[in-house]
């Protein structure tokens, strides 16, 4: 740089220049030749060296992508997961460059992309994809190539395999089987990427040292070819002295070439002759332009950090340090003022007297190690902070089983210091042992350290501490290993778990026993009995099971509250306690519903011990605050030895004779017989009710429609039908609805069936309203239970499924039996009132069967008074029937309400109801019920219509 100029000066200073020149034109040329080829060489070789490095992070790359997807798919850990996907992006980088290398017209910026993701560094990117498209059909570059497309397409065995395991860790189906197959196929394509990669890297080798060799032979020749022509061309012309000039100019000239491409920055300071020379490459690594920065040994100080000049300062200044090598980290300032970091390597020439005459050497930019450097240290930092603050207690042990480190947690439970622990045996430090037998589990922490396995202690295992107790503790052992996969130690995770199994022993008194009283609950009462319904049979299989229900208990919770209901079931409950012996279990079923079992016990104590009980709740006065209640009790009671034999049977039986008891008058025991008539019959009603639940969920209820006729034979009087709801069995056999009806109405299931009837008699009419058939009715009348009236809901979901369907309401006529309108007088008032203002209209069914009073008609708002059936059906012989027939009839007129006639069956009776004025017949003698669809889709001819939920023809 400097020195050309002081050659070209030169040069113009000697008259001869240029005829030296002129005679010394072939050796230029020749040097030239000799500088392009070295130039060449260096590149060629700097991009072979660069795809050696290349196929080092390459590797490195595959071997973490493999270490982490053989843990992902032993651990099933997401982390495992995202590391492997993240070192796969080196090897997508490097395979999409060669890839888009490969393309007769391809893209060099993606290349550049590819090759820069694959992590190689930025300076040898232009080398690589160079070499890479001069290069690629020479023997050793395609042989290279050939290998890495080999690689690439075991990288995408191994991508299959990882999108599998991923897949099936997500479903949850990855059992240990599965995870080993994975392991042995990550394994297989991680020795053949192996083998590529020695293979790789073997090619790479060789090339270099084919091309050194080559490249060293031709410079040779090249530089023979220059002295000889330069000795040729020198002996004509010039001297010896001559000859010599020129050889050191060219010398010069390749000394300036090959500081000029080094990565490193020369520099020179002559301090005897005040002059710094800096290389181009320095200025660049300083953010100049070459040649743009001008320094002065005065200004040369300032280039450095503030904090850094002492040392370069002290460096220059102390005599003492003498002459010799040095080597220091120090930062320089750039063109921008930002600090980098540069280490300095040189030498330092002095005197006699110790004064520094002359130092130079080289620069190296090292600021990305130092930010590695600095990350690696905020890591470990991290990691340290981590662990010191996690809850689990970590330990790590070296090969040889011993502590290298604990946590503060580890230290916590274990009660060893770090201080203390470190360099003792494992087992020393976490002495654990099985709590229920006191072995010791060492061994088997041992086996797993040795064999580098992964170890899981959980359950009846306990630490031993140096001074505390024992506590409970779940453990794992995994080991630590290098890039390579050599074992170098294990991490020991560790939790105290005392009071986890504390909460899980409450839990699981939590989970068999009542809240409330204490007593166990309906499960493990089930289990128990169950148990003992399992047991081999034999002389002494007596055992009883009772079933107790307090009686008149809401009236307790109804006028005291909750509380008070709360407590007499605690109190009650410490009364039965007593009356039981010692193996006997009492369990709380639910509400106030008690179960006792009796095991090993014949009927005639098991009696005994019932009647204890009842006797005990019946002395038994309850207060709360100044009010005092009688309490009593009614017992079902079951003798395993002449009973059922199942759990369900068993309870079944039990709970359908206590609630005999119950209708029997209360306080009493009754006592369960195969042929009680009056226990199976509450027995059969108690089975209907899940066959019912079923039939509901399974949608096996069917309407059929049954028609009304009109008696005026007025053509324009409106098509009038009434749906009857029919069951279908599981062998799909019609069940009639007195069958099911009555367990319905018993155990509170008609508002479900209602609701049924209601929204399928509208599904099924609803298509029907814009068809012009003859067959569509015009008035459809649904039944509607008690409980549903009762129900306060009930009416909004009417009103909620009428604008759903889009029916009108004067299309429907809703029909309430007399019984409920008397019970439920004010709310079936209210009911009728909020829909009749709508449009619907209602009728009065059974009327005559229940209170025959005729003075709430005035108080109902109904159009339909139908005359109950046992009047209708013997009218002709019996003149009362006839005379109730007539009086109903005529009353119904006054009040402007028409009549409809039951169970008409007979032409005769069909007569006399025409005599009498009545308005409306329906029975068998009219029509029979038919399916109410095929009704609606004109397959069967009616001339009326008619809806009931719950009718009895």
Known sequence: ?????????????????????????????????????????????????????????????????????????????????????????????????????????????????????????????????????????????????????????????????????????????????????????????????????????????DASRTARSTLTAFNAAVALTLIVVA?????????????????????????????????????????????????????????????????TPTSFMSLFHPEDRQRIMRLVGEPSLGSGPFELELRMLTRTGEARWFQARGRTVRDA??????????????????????????????????LASIADAVITVDPRGCVE???????????????????????????????????????RLDRALREGGTMHLEGDVVLLRRASPPIAVDASVAPIRDRLGHAQGAVLVFQDMSRERQYAARLSHLATHDALTGLPNRREFENRLRATLERPQDSNFHHAVLYLDIDQFKIVNDTCGHAAGDEMLRQVSSLLRPELRAGDTIARLGGDEFGVLLEHCPPEPALRIAESLRRSVADFKFSWGTRSFATSVSIGMVNMIDGPRTLADALSAADAACYLAKDKGRNRIQVYHPRDTDVAVRHGEMEWVDRLQRALAE?????????????SGDETTPRHVELLVRLRSERDELVPPMAFVPAAERYNLMPLIDRWVVRNAFNLIAPHLDRSTKQAPDLCAINLSGASIND?????????????????????????????????????????????????????????????????????????????????????????????????????????????AESVETEEILELLRALGVDYAQGFGIARPVPFERMLEGDIVVNKVSAHSRGTN
Request: glycine share 8%; net charge negative.
């Open 353 to 386: 007297a110790g004064q520094l005459v002359r130092m130079g050497g080289s620069v190296t930019d090292i600021e990305y190690r130092k930010q590695t450097e600095a990350q690696l240290f905020a890591e470990k930092e991290r990691a340290e902070v981590t």
């Open 405 to 443: 480190y604990l946590n503060a947690a580890a230290e916590r439970l274990t009660e060893w210091p770090l201080a203390e622990a470190k360099g003792q045996p494992l087992a020393s430090v976490f002495a654990v042992v099985e709590e229920s037998t006191g072995t010791t589990v060492g061994d």
């Open 231 to 295: 000795l040729l061309r020198a002996r004509v012309v010039m001297t010896q002295r001559g000859s010599f000039e020129a050889a050191l100019h060219a010398s010069e000239e390749r000394f300036e070439r090959a500081v000029s491409d080094s990565n490193d920055g020369i520099w020179d300071w002559n301090v005897a002759a005040d002059e710094i020379y800096m290389s181009m490459r320095f200025q660049e690594l300083l953010g100049y332009a070459p040649g743009a920065l001008s320094v």
């Open 1 to 205: 740089m400097m020195r050309f100029g002081t050659g070209r000066a030169w040069l113009a200073r000697r008259p001869d220049a240029a005829r030296l020149f002129g005679l010394t034109w072939p050796f230029a040329v020749v040097a030239a030749m000799l500088a392009v080829l070295v130039g060449v060489s260096l590149e060629v070789m700097s991009s072979v060296r660069a795809y050696v490095a290349g196929e080092s992070l390459w590797s490195k790359a595959q071997k973490d992508a493999v270490a982490h997807l053989m843990r992902y798919a032993r651990t099933g850990e997401s982390a495992e997961y995202l590391a492997y996907v993240e070192a796969m992006r080196t090897i997508d980088g490097d395979r999409a460059a060669r890839e888009e290398l490969q393309k007769a017209d391809p893209d060099l910026g993606r290349a550049r992309e590819g090759l820069l993701k694959g992590g190689n560094d930025p300076d040898d990117v232009s080398g690589m994809i160079l070499l890479f498209r001069y290069f690629q059909h020479v023997d050793f570059m395609a042989r290279a190539i050939d290998i890495w497309r080999a690689g690439d397409e075991k990288i995408a065995e191994l991508e299959a395999v990882g999108e599998q395991v991923q897949s099936a860790i997500a479903s949850r189906d990855f059992d240990v089987r599965q995870q080993e197959q994975a392991r042995s196929r990550i394994r297989a394509i991680d020795l053949k990427l192996t083998d590529l990669e020695r293979a790789f890297s073997a090619t790479l080798g």
């Open 699 to 711: 949608d096996r209820f069917q309407l059929f429609a049954q028609p009304i006729r009109a008696l």
């Open 792 to 900: 306060e809901t009930f009416l909004d979901f009417v009103l909620a499924e009428f604008l759903r369907s889009g029916l009108p309401y004067s299309l429907i006529c809703f029909e309430i039996t007399e019984t409920t309108a008397v019970t439920s007088l004010s709310k079936a008032a209210a009911f009728i009132t909020a829909l009749r203002g709508l449009g619907c209209r209602f009728a009065l069914d059974d009327f005559g069967a229940g209170v025959s009073s005729f003075s709430y008609l005035k108080h109902l708002p109904v159009d339909y008074v139908k005359i109950d059936g046992s009047f209708v059906r013997d009218m002709a012989q019996d003149p009362v029937d006839r005379a109730m027939v007539e009086a109903i009839h005529s009353i119904g007129r006054v009040m402007g309400k028409q009549t409809i």
